[in-house]
């Protein structure tokens, strides 16, 4: 049997206008996040390694990913993603 290949996508979806910068964290930064929230990497909110936004940055299970929100409200606001498998 075929193996079955995944097609790229000519669409990028970091370059649409309502999706938050995404990007992986560092090593290093990883550990300060986590040592700043008191907490481990599998406590932070998920995001599955099949998001397109995820598939596109390149991160794999287990990374962590720094989203960054601007608003005229807020002005910048930072979340971060544990990446999980589906």
Do not use: C, W
């Amino acid at each position: 049997m075929p193996k079955k290949t995944e097609k790229k996508s000519t669409f990028n979806p970091t370059e649409h206008v309502y999706v938050p910068k995404h990007e992986i964290v560092s090593d290093k930064e990883k550990e300060e996040v986590v040592r700043k929230y008191n907490a481990s990497p599998d406590q932070f909110p998920q995001i599955l390694v099949s998001d397109p936004v995820v598939r596109e940055i390149g991160a794999k299970p287990g990374d962590l990913i720094k989203v960054t929100r601007t608003s005229q409200t807020a002005g910048e606001s930072i979340f971060y993603r544990f990446v999980v498998v589906d």
